[in-house]
């Protein structure tokens, strides 16, 4: 035989070998494929799948309601309502926070209740942004002994209107109770918060301070009612630091 036919032999054998292959992978794909469910795209068979952490990318929807566990917020909303409760079975500050707005939140919660015996009803961090909150409430029935409790507690974020809010945290016979509403640069923020306003709110009374407007920029408290501090003359502070405060059409007195 001659070097040609030996080559083309030798190709024949080549394409035979590889078809054989391929069939072998083929038949292995069909009986993987045969021993397991259908994927369904379309979410119409099969039970619902896992919710899925979206990283902030997602838009979440619909009503929270939990108990005992810190309701988180780091990405886009647009919840009509957010219901937490911290009860005091709870007896560590740790992981007692109701509500925690961090970097990222952003977008619309139509309503917000919170009830809190362990200590701070929302904390609004740096990053949180172009939120506005549509009503509902905050109050605080108790604490952990040793708590320094405020009822909405910012530290920073920008665009954030709170409208139509009660927050009632003050308790005559408790020691460390801070603020219904605590607006200043804190924790780990860079900036103050910034256009950070308290619309049409009722804030109780007995609280060292009822509300207390620190280092911020345009933040404050427009057409709200604010019942008599603890400390009457504390009953709207308003800090040095605080730039552009807002104090507009708010009613100070007895309640």
């Known amino acids: 035989?001659?070097?040609?036919?030996?080559?083309s032999t030798d190709g024949v054998s080549a394409r035979t070998?590889?078809?054989c292959v391929?069939?072998?992978?083929f038949l292995g794909v069909t009986q993987l494929a045969s021993a397991r469910p259908l994927l369904d795209f379309a979410g119409d068979s099969g039970p619902p799948s896992a919710p899925v952490d979206r990283g902030g990318h997602g838009v979440l929807t619909g009503s929270i309601?939990?108990?005992?566990?810190t309701w988180t917020c780091r990405g886009p909303v647009d919840l009509d309502s957010v219901s937490v409760t911290m009860t005091s079975a709870l007896t560590s500050r740790r992981s007692g926070d109701a509500v925690h707005l961090e970097p990222g939140c952003t977008g619309r919660i139509g309503r917000l209740d919170v009830v809190t015996s362990v200590a701070d009803g929302v904390k609004v961090a740096e990053g949180v942004h172009d939120l506005g909150i549509g009503g509902g409430s905050v109050r605080?029935?108790?604490k952990v002994a040793d708590v320094h409790q405020d009822g909405v507690q910012v530290m920073g974020g920008a665009r954030i209107t709170l409208r139509g809010l009660r927050i009632?945290?003050?308790?005559p016979r408790d020691a460390l109770?801070?603020?219904n509403l605590f607006i200043k640069r804190s924790g780990s923020s860079v900036d103050p918060p910034t256009d950070v306003v308290c619309v049409d709110c009722f804030l109780g009374g007995s609280a060292a301070h009822t509300a207390?407007?620190?280092?911020s920029v345009r933040s404050g408290l427009v057409d709200s009612h604010l019942c008599a501090a603890k400390y009457s003359q504390l009953t709207l502070a308003i800090g040095p630091n605080a730039v552009d405060p807002v104090d507009v059409g708010n009613a100070i007195g007895a309640c």
Do not use: K, V, W
């Open 1 to 7: 035989m001659g070097p040609n036919a030996r080559r």
């Open 17 to 19: 070998a590889l078809t």
């Open 22 to 25: 391929a069939f072998a992978l």
């Open 65 to 69: 309601a939990q108990t005992d566990q």
């Open 140 to 142: 605080c029935a108790g």
């Open 168 to 171: 009632d945290c003050g308790r």
């Open 177 to 179: 109770i801070n603020s």
């Open 212 to 215: 207390s407007i620190q280092e």
